[in-house]
């Protein structure tokens, strides 16, 4: 069975530090996604992670990809108010299976 | 583009009762994905349809159910609703050619009282 494991699952910040949420899973796998959801809202895809040393970059997040590791991060720079959120990692199940096996969700709260 | 639809939004029912959910994924998405999730448990999958045929099932009981019709949308169903039903449900579509990206719905957000 596949698992999923996120940390911190809670994250207090101030503005303008630098952070990094660690995304590890438990079996062979090179599909991770990062999605984030804001309070009674949907889940909004950030980044799609395909191959193993993917990295990519949007604003102030940047995620990468170990497939070796099983590990993903999530790295947070100079956070802003505005992204405070809850961030999920995801991974596919893989074999063309299309299902997603979520972490827990890490909920950052930045504060000015 | 317009984006994966769900209704109802939400949605308030009596134990024992049953209900449909339904899902309109984006145009030329033919796989359609649902999530329940909830405070305790987190995101959880619970089917996926491709083609009008269910490919995968998650660890629900056999209360939950679904199907899609030929113009790719969906529906679940819950039958003799219980209290931990109470949930968000997800929808999610994802790009054809392969399982690149998927795009979640609003949700329905279900209470049962």
């Known amino acids: 069975e596949l698992k999923v494991e996120q940390n911190p699952l809670f994250l207090s910040m101030q503005e303008g530090k630098n952070y990094t949420i660690y995304c590890n899973y438990s079996?062979?796998?090179?599909?991770l996604y990062w999605y984030r959801q804001d309070p009674g809202k949907s889940l909004e895809s950030l980044f799609v992670?395909?191959?193993?040393?993917a990295v990519k970059q949007e604003g102030r997040l940047m995620a990468s990809l170990d497939t070796k590791a099983r590990l993903s991060t999530l790295h947070i720079t100079a956070a802003v108010h505005d992204l405070s959120a809850t961030y999920f990692c995801?991974?596919?199940?893989?074999?063309?299976?299309?299902?997603?096996?979520f972490g827990k969700g890490t909920k950052l709260s930045v504060i000015p | 583009k317009a984006g994966v639809t769900q209704t109802p939004r939400y949605l308030i029912k009596t134990r024992g009762q049953q209900v449909t959910l339904s899902c309109s994924p984006i145009?030329?998405?033919?796989?359609v994905s649902w999530y329940q999730q909830t405070p305790g448990q987190g995101l959880q999958f619970l089917f996926e349809?491709?083609?009008?045929?269910?490919?995968n099932k998650g660890n629900f009981p056999g209360r939950f159910s679904g199907r899609q019709f030929s113009n790719s949308r969906s529906e679940m169903n819950v039958s003799t609703l219980e209290l931990g039903d109470s949930a968000l449900y997800l929808c999610?579509?994802?790009?054809?050619?392969?399982?690149?990206?998927?795009?979640f719905g609003q949700g329905t957000r279900l209470t049962v009282v």
């Open positions: 999610a579509s994802t790009t054809p050619g392969g399982f690149t990206e998927a795009f």
């Open positions: 079996t062979t796998s090179d599909r």
């Open positions: 992670l395909l191959s193993n040393g």
């Open positions: 995801a991974v596919d199940s893989g074999a063309g299976s299309y299902q997603l096996t």
């Open positions: 145009s030329g998405h033919r796989s």
């Open positions: 349809y491709f083609s009008e045929t269910q490919r």
